[in-house]
């Protein structure tokens, strides 16, 4: 029998990763009916069939071709059309994961890594047996960013027992584990790459309804919108809607849905007076959600009340809390932010995706240990949740435990390869984990999807300085700065570039300006190790403000043993003598760290910038007064907004 061109089964691989169904479904169907013995050919043909009919059909051919093979087994036991036949059967339908009895650097660095994402998908392109690239995906890998979706819903869930109210979706709680014994999952395995999320993890998909439907089996009319809705045929979806509510004009998720249908089509003028109709039939908080968003179209500098409304109205509308943290996150009001999703926490409209914004807003807000907790709670609540997988990553990037970073990065990655946060996060990682190649290499793919984006800037500077190359870095950490990162990563870092080539005047600026703005004595300590180290470079050395930078390191409960051990050595080698507590300053010294925030550094002094021979304490290291944050943090983040 005649074997078809290879050439047609890659452009065929290639529409099916590209997304484009059509195309691939008519080459591997011509493959598959020039060489129907081929048991490959029905496997990738099962990717891109309609129906899941369709899919066993293509997938018990495979099986009845090559009774050994493991895919066609997989993709069958996961539709539901076989049963596990034994242990390895079992294992062959999903990925167990690993218990995680504490959450220790240890134990979160110790899983097994995978290799860098664009090599086994390299791989994947060569290598036609795995299926699980695209293996039975109903959906595009899209529909994986909504939690717990695999494919549309072939009939709407009963949501509410009237249509008066606003419809529940799933249980009215998500109880969160608590971190420390959270299920801690290794990284997606080389020969599983590119499989859905939701064919590796233990857990149940269960369909995604319409947001604000309400179930109306005996309405045709209706249920024709909602399928027209769903496949994002607003329009067609409007002209059933329209029907509906001249029949039905009591019926406010119907006047809901169709102002929703008109503003997603861009139509906002005509969009309030149906979500207005919907208020005033019964409050539908829906209907506030909606007319929030609508009106932030036309005043997006305005706060829109509807979202407290909306909340007001149905407590449990966690829509309604995500909508709102969204809109105070990208103006930056992450103390806000993290109130909001508290609230929502507190009221029982908790989802793994609210966890993980509240993860970013807690970032942002330097509450490091708890911004690790909750993406780990958001993430292990949903394992198919891709952007849970970013925020675990994100936290221990923060938390400088860098090993532990990698395999949520790396998964994250493989899945959105399109996200240039994935990679500049992926790249600060590997930086600190001791490889600035790889993290130089992330960064400029980082900067590929994002040609000005401050975050891959920033990230390949941590790199070159792992390399020593301060140059480089400087005209990477201005690039950041010139772009959006204002912030103390940035400017640490400064003052780390700038010691490199010599500059100690504007290391020490920067070096002080870092320390005013964190508020983790981790970080304090870490500036004080560079401003001693810089100290003690000058010339002459500043020996003194050297020593007390050393003495304050060890007075900060917080700060890291990697400090306090090279405190102790400088302390030594300066006094001759180990330390053993701290010594008393003279008058007029500077005071002790706190763990408050300082303000902007004071203007360095000829003596603090080495320009005299004579050491001085008094003007070189600015003093620290209490300061209690503002809920609108005065410097920018470190972390990017934009989607």
């Given at each position: ?6 050439s ?11 997304g484009?169904?059509?195309r ?5 169907t ?16 099962s990717?891109?069939v ?25 993709g069958l ?10 242990k ?6 999903r ?13 979160r ?16 392109a ?9 293996g ?10 909504r ?5 549309p819903?072939?009939a ?11 419809p ?5 709680t ?76 009591d ?12 503003r ?15 208020i ?8 506030y ?34 909508a ?28 793994p ?12 807000r330097?509450r490091?240990?708890?911004a ?8 292990g ?17 923060e ?6 970073a990698?395999?949520?990065?790396e ?15 992926l790249a ?6 001791g490889q600035?190649?790889q ?12 040609e ?7 990230a ?12 480089n870095?400087?005209?990477?950490l201005l ?10 990563a940035?400017?640490?870092?400064l003052?780390?570039a ?23 004595e ?42 306090r ?51 001085s304490r ?7 007064p ?8 005065s410097?920018?983040?470190?972390t990017?907004?934009?989607?």
């Amino acid at each position: 029998m005649t074997v078809p061109p290879q050439s047609m089964f890659t452009e065929a691989i290639a529409a099916a990763r590209a997304g484009d169904r059509t195309r691939a479904r008519e080459l591997f169907t011509r493959l598959v009916r020039s060489d129907s013995a081929n048991a490959e050919y029905w496997i990738w043909l099962s990717s891109v069939v309609d129906t899941n009919k369709e899919r066993i059909y293509c997938l018990e051919s495979a099986l009845r071709l090559d009774p050994t093979n493991r895919a066609a087994l997989r993709g069958l036991v996961i539709l539901g059309a076989r049963k596990p036949e034994g242990k390895e059967a079992q294992q062959v339908a999903r990925l167990p994961r690993k218990m995680a009895a504490a959450k220790t650097p240890a134990q979160r660095g110790g899983g097994r890594r995978v290799a860098i994402p664009w090599r086994f998908l390299a791989a994947i392109a060569v290598g036609g047996i795995l299926l699980v690239l695209v293996g039975v995906i109903a959906v595009p890998l899209a529909s994986l960013l909504r939690p717990r979706a695999l494919a549309p819903a072939s009939a709407l869930a009963t949501l509410t027992p009237t249509p008066f109210d606003t419809p529940k979706f799933g249980p009215p709680t998500w109880t969160p584990i608590p971190a420390s014994t959270l299920v801690n999952r290794t990284a997606v395995p080389t020969e599983l790459a590119g499989t859905p999320l939701a064919f590796l993890v233990e857990m149940t998909p269960t369909p995604t309804p319409v947001f604000g439907a309400t179930p109306r089996p005996d309405n045709p009319a209706y249920q024709s919108a909602l399928t027209a809705f769903i496949a994002g045929n607003f329009e067609a979806s409007q002209d059933y809607l329209e029907a509906v509510v001249e029949q039905h004009p009591d019926w406010p998720d119907a006047h809901y849905l169709l102002g929703e249908t008109r503003r997603r089509q861009g139509d906002l003028v005509g969009a309030f007076p149906a979500f207005d109709r919907a208020i005033l039939l019964s409050s539908y908080a829906p209907a506030y959600l909606g007319r929030a968003l609508t009106m932030l179209e036309f005043r997006p500098d305005r706060p829109p009340v509807d979202f407290d409304e909306a909340i007001k109205a149905d407590p449990l509308l966690t829509e309604a809390y995500l909508a709102k943290s969204d809109y105070l996150a990208a103006r930056r009001l992450w103390k806000t932010v993290e109130d909001t999703l508290q609230q929502a926490i507190d009221a029982g409209a908790a989802t793994p995706l609210v966890y993980v914004r509240l993860s970013e807003a807690q970032i942002n807000r330097e509450r490091l240990e708890e911004a690790l907790d909750s993406a780990v709670a958001g993430s292990g609540a949903d394992p198919t949740l891709l952007e849970g997988y970013l925020a675990v990553g994100r936290a221990y990037t923060e938390l400088e435990q860098y090993a532990s970073a990698q395999w949520p990065l790396e998964t994250y990655v493989a899945y959105n390869q399109e996200d240039p946060r994935g990679w500049a996060y992926l790249a600060r990682a590997l930086a600190g984990n001791g490889q600035p190649e790889q993290a130089i290499e992330m960064a400029n793919r980082s900067l590929e999807l994002k040609e000005r984006y401050a975050l891959a800037y920033l990230a390949r500077a941590y790199a070159y300085l792992e390399l020593g190359e301060g140059q480089n870095a400087l005209d990477d950490l201005l690039n950041a700065r010139r772009y959006g990162v204002e912030a103390y990563a940035n400017h640490y870092a400064l003052g780390k570039a700038y010691s490199l080539i010599g500059d100690y005047r504007e290391a020490l600026k920067w070096i002080n300006l870092s320390i005013s703005e964190t508020l983790v004595e981790r970080r304090v300590a870490e500036g004080y190790v560079l401003r001693a180290l810089v100290y003690e470079s000058l010339t002459p050395p500043q020996t003194e403000d050297a020593i007390v930078n050393w003495y304050w390191i060890l007075d900060l409960k917080g700060s890291s043993p990697e400090a306090r051990t090279l405190a102790e050595e400088h302390l030594f080698q300066l006094t001759g003598r180990r330390p053993t507590r701290a010594p008393t300053e003279p008058a007029g010294a500077l005071p002790s760290p706190t763990r408050t925030r300082t303000p902007a550094a004071t203007p360095l002094s000829a003596t603090a910038i080495g320009v005299t021979a004579t050491p001085s304490r008094t003007a070189t290291i600015p003093r620290t007064p209490t300061r209690t944050p503002t809920p609108t943090p005065s410097i920018p983040p470190t972390t990017d907004l934009t989607p």
